[in-house]
């Protein structure tokens, strides 16, 4: 029943909306509608504020936090990137590749530039609306809390808790519960895959480990101050080095992808619907752009302007889409498509690296995917601290009550179907989406006010 349930709310998300009568029908989902007209109405009225902007924001990530408490600029994208560069760069550019075929990229992308001004209005939002976190230190705040903020206003009163708000925070548990299940449905399969050990040894050991971590009270930024940034150069600097040493091959692998992704092949067999659909939810679960997963992080930094650290979210959607997850796709691509063809998940990601680099390929993919993973999990449970202390106030046991619930989750997603574990995940950002989209229409104008207060004293200066 449950199963059935998820099945439904995904295909009323993700399901097609309308059918354009091009080419035998090209299916359009809601959640496309609303993620492409809200990216391209941010942008404009940001007036490109990626292109503009790109220094500050560069110039945002190098500042220094002025207070004791609470996290730096970099500490903040450092837990944002945890979540999107291991599921979001490795698993879910195999996943749109997958399903999608090489098309898929182009739409990452345009999700990811329309997605970074989205990105920067929710997040200056999030610092603007933050709260005191008795619990941890600090702050907390996100969609949840700006969601408050609308329903008092328009209630004229004080509440105790906004039904938006609320639906916000459960949505939010419910996608991080799916990616915890995507987690350790990955790392099973690239270790079965390159050490032939069983999923199930597999997750139980994965599952362990992470509760002796997780299970302390406090045990998230500090780890993933190291864990991230050397992962990431090192993935970096591997993935650059193929393309580099294929660079002759590069033109025909972007051709294959701009003729895939307006679907030159795609519409004759009527699928590129599927194309954009698989480009477009992956974009999303990548960069996170307009889910509100982000802001969580971006309302806990120690910030003297909030308009900078929606720069800093900003920059983060673009590292980790145009850049990290263009070299996942570009190893996949490089490879003869006859090697890979009919491979989906970690068996297409793993083949094209052994192709790359040999067995070592193998091995490298599985252990980098699982400190990918341990990254992404302590940063969705970052994420999941201040819904949780909304929904059920400041108490360690209900912060200790998810923290299992993600870890029986991490237990049954190492033994389901690579294609079902991804289903919770999207109907949960997908849900998260839509409520995080209620308030950031009406409260837009008030980071664009904000933004236009920060150019303005920029040319004082």
Request: aromatic content about 10%.
């Amino acid at each position: 029943m449950i199963v059935d349930l998820i099945e439904a709310l995904y295909r009323l998300l993700w399901g097609d909306l309308f059918t354009l009568p091009v080419a035998g029908g090209i299916g359009i989902s809601f959640m496309v509608v609303l993620l492409f007209a809200a990216g391209i109405g941010f942008t404009l009225r940001t007036r490109l504020l990626p292109v503009r902007l790109f220094r500050d924001m560069i110039g945002a990530v190098c500042e220094k936090k002025q207070t004791a408490g609470g996290l730096s600029s970099f500490q903040t994208l450092v837990i944002s990137t945890a979540t999107r560069v291991g599921m979001g760069n490795l698993v879910g550019v195999v996943a749109a590749v997958s399903a999608g075929g090489a098309g898929a990229v182009f739409w990452m992308w345009v999700t990811a530039l329309l997605g970074a001004s989205t990105s920067f209005v929710e997040s200056t939002l999030a610092q603007k609306y933050r709260v005191p976190d008795p619990l941890y230190g600090g702050w907390r705040g996100g969609p949840a809390y700006y969601l408050h903020v609308l329903a008092e206003r328009k209630r004229g009163k004080k509440l105790k808790r906004s039904v938006c708000a609320v639906l916000f925070a459960v949505s939010g548990l419910i996608c991080w519960c799916g990616i915890s299940q995507v987690i350790s449905n990955s790392v099973s399969s690239a270790f079965e895959n390159a050490f032939h050990v069983p999923p199930l040894a597999t997750t139980v050991v994965l599952t362990l480990l992470a509760a002796l971590i997780v299970l302390r009270k406090n045990a998230t930024v500090k780890s993933l101050d190291f864990i991230v940034p050397v992962m990431a150069v090192c993935y970096f600097v591997i993935t650059v080095g193929i393309v580099v040493l294929n660079f002759r091959q590069l033109p025909a692998v972007l051709a294959r992808i701009l003729a895939e992704a307006f679907g030159l092949r795609q519409v004759a067999a009527g699928g590129f619907g599927a194309v954009l659909m698989n480009g477009v939810k992956r974009g999303l679960f990548s960069n996170e752009a307009g889910s509100g997963s982000a802001p969580c992080a971006a309302a806990a930094a120690e910030c003297d302007d909030p308009v900078k650290m929606g720069l800093v979210q900003a920059l983060g959607v673009l590292i980790d889409t145009v850049v990290i997850c263009s070299c996942t796709a570009f190893l996949m691509l490089l490879v003869p498509q006859d090697i890979t063809a009919g491979l989906t998940g970690m068996d297409l990601l793993q083949t094209a690296m052994q192709y790359h680099l040999g067995s070592f390929g193998i091995v490298f993919i599985a252990v980098i995917l699982a400190l990918f993973s341990f990254s992404t999990f302590l940063g969705v449970l970052y994420y999941a601290r201040g819904n949780v202390a909304y929904l059920c106030g400041d108490n360690w046991w209900s912060q200790t009550a998810y923290k299992l619930l993600t870890l029986a989750m991490l237990l049954i997603g190492g033994t389901q179907a690579y294609t079902v574990v991804w289903d919770l995940g999207d109907v949960g950002i997908g849900l998260m989406t839509i409520f995080n989209m209620l308030a950031l229409v009406p409260l837009s104008g008030e980071a664009l006010t904000a933004l236009n207060d920060y150019e303005m004293r920029k040319k004082i200066k």
